[in-house]
């Protein structure tokens, strides 16, 4: 059975400063996903990463997936106080062929940026 | 284009009654899926449904829960006799599913928020 476990569950951070997310899972994947989710609101899709070594960067969100260590990291560099949401990693199920399934979701970690 | 659409947005309903939530998939994605979230948790996989492939139901936590699907198309999850542990948010996904480029990335509708009282 698949397992996705994120660390750290809640961080509080400055503006302005970095941090890093870490999302581990139990068994073979080659591909990863991480979504954003505001409160109340439903999820938005941050990166795919389909690789080992995929690395892929959008502001100041950096994420990275080594698949032999089954790790994806998700950078946050300079936080800003619109980065304030809940951010899931999801590994999803291999299907065969080319196809996957259903997602297995890490528990989420709630940030927060202050001033 | 559109995105995934659920209706009702929200639904409060009593104790034992039944309920059915509506899921409009991205058109032309052949698969579509089914998470419930309760409050302060991640996502629980529900069912998924995959072209004409028999349906994984594999994350349905009892019998008073089903869902069915129309071709491609409307799902719809039901609830028998719901209970109190029922309340969540129930989020319906789709995407494409296998070659042809596409990295079967899910979508994820608003969600229908349900209250069993």
């Known amino acids: 059975e698949l397992k996705v476990e994120q660390n750290p569950l809640f961080l509080s951070m400055q503006e302005g400063k970095n941090y890093t997310i870490y999302c581990n899972y139990s068994t073979t994947s080659d591909r990863l996903y991480w979504y954003r989710q505001d409160p109340g609101k439903s999820l938005e899709s941050l990166f795919v990463?389909?690789?080992?070594?995929a690395v892929k960067q959008e502001g100041r969100l950096m994420a990275s997936l080594d698949t032999k260590a089954r790790l994806s990291t998700l950078h946050i560099t300079a936080a800003v106080h619109d980065l304030s949401a809940t951010y899931f990693c999801?590994?999803?199920?291999?299907?065969?062929?080319?196809?996957?399934?259903?997602?297995?979701f890490g528990q989420g970690t709630i940030l927060t940026v202050h001033p | 284009g559109a995105g995934v659409s659920q209706s009702p947005s929200n639904k409060v309903t009593e104790k034992g009654k039944d309920v059915e939530l509506r899921c409009d998939p991205i058109s032309g994605h052949t698969a579509l899926y089914w998470y419930r979230q309760r409050l302060g948790q991640g996502l629980e996989f529900l069912i998924y449904?995959?072209?004409?492939?028999?349906?994984?139901k594999s994350g349905l936590p009892s019998d008073r829960f089903s869902a069915e699907r129309t071709g491609e198309s409307v799902s719809t999850l039901t609830i028998q006799r719901t209970q109190q542990e029922d309340s969540a948010v129930y989020l319906c996904?789709?995407?494409?599913f296998g070659a042809g480029g596409q990295n079967n990335e899910q979508f994820f509708g608003p969600g229908t928020r349900l209250t069993v009282l």
């Open positions: 999801a590994a999803p199920e291999y299907a065969g062929g080319t196809s996957y399934g259903k997602l297995t």
């Open positions: 990463l389909l690789s080992n070594g």
């Open positions: 996904a789709s995407s494409f």
């Open positions: 449904f995959q072209g004409n492939s028999a349906p994984d």
